[in-house]
Nanobody, 114 residues
Framework: QVQRVESGGGLVQPGGSLRLSCAVS????????MAWYRQPPGELRELVAT???????DSIHSVKGRFTISRDNAKNTVYLQMNSLKPEDTAVYYC????????WGQGTQVTVSS
């Protein structure tokens, strides 16, 4: 059974930074495409960034140059470094495979507000 535990969210002012972590069990993150998703209040969940088994990364246009996805194979953990945060980045952030498994973790809340 695949489990993901997301952490690192919080309240941050615009322009601030956060680093999200996703500890994964049940799947080896270096062998699949992993991704971060987010669900803003009242909106659908959306894909934010991906990292392939080969280490290639990609992200949506709105976060390019600000967010960086990475992984630690030894810890089987995926990260999302978020810089220059904006209020529109406010959302619950989740990690999952891409395409996503049916089950989701609890997510971690990121709130960007002054």
């Amino acid at each position: 059974q695949v489990q993901r535990v997301e952490s690192g969210g919080g309240l941050v002012q615009p322009g601030g930074s956060l680093r999200l972590s996703c500890a994964v069990s049940g799947v080896i993150v270096s062998r699949v495409t992993m991704a971060w998703y987010r669900q803003p209040p009242g909106e659908l969940r959306e894909l934010v960034a991906t990292i392939t088994a080969g280490g290639n990364t990609d992200s949506i246009h709105s976060v390019k140059g600000r967010f960086t996805i990475s992984r630690d194979n030894a810890k089987n953990t995926v990260y999302l470094q978020m810089n220059s945060l904006k209020p529109e980045d406010t959302a619950v952030y989740y990690c999952n495979t891409n395409p996503p498994l049916r089950s989701w973790g609890q997510g971690t809340q990121v709130t960007v507000s002054s």
